[in-house]
Nanobody, 124 residues
Framework: VQLQASGGGLVQAGDSLTLSCAAS????????KGWFRQPPGKEREFVAA????????SYADSMKGRFTISRDNAKNTVNLQMNSLKPEDTAVYYC??????????????????WGQGTQVTVSS
């Protein structure tokens, strides 16, 4: 079972970036999924989550209106569209899948599978 995050890179403030997370080894269509991030020197924090159907989403307050999470169950992927990026968005971004529930949650302990992380760096 693997989650592979990709799409990170170096961008300028105000730019957009889309992260993608592909699952392999099993189908995650019945699992809620989430994105978390860990800024340098800080703890990992919640970014966004999406329920099993894709019709329910939740976001951290600082990401509302700028980030959009979506999923394609046929492709076993979840994406994070990030707009109007700020230097404070610089972090390693991780995708996660929740085997124990189909609804969204911001609690890291509720997620059972984690990707390896992809670096996003936003320059000012």
């Amino acid at each position: 079972v693997q989650l592979q995050a990709s799409g990170g890179g170096l961008v300028q403030a105000g730019d957009s970036l889309t992260l993608s997370c592909a699952a392999s080894g099993r189908t995650f269509s019945g699992y809620a999924k989430g994105w978390f991030r860990q800024p340098p020197g800080k703890e990992r924090e919640f970014v966004a989550a999406i329920n099993f159907s894709g019709r329910g989403t939740s976001y951290a307050d600082s990401m509302k209106g700028r980030f959009t999470i979506s999923r394609d169950n046929a492709k076993n992927t979840v994406n994070l569209q990030m707009n109007s990026l700020k230097p404070e968005d610089t972090a390693v971004y991780y995708c996660a899948a929740r085997a124990r529930g189909m609804t969204t949650t911001d609690a890291m302990t509720e997620y059972d599978f984690w990707g390896q992380g992809t670096q996003v760096t936003v320059s000012s």
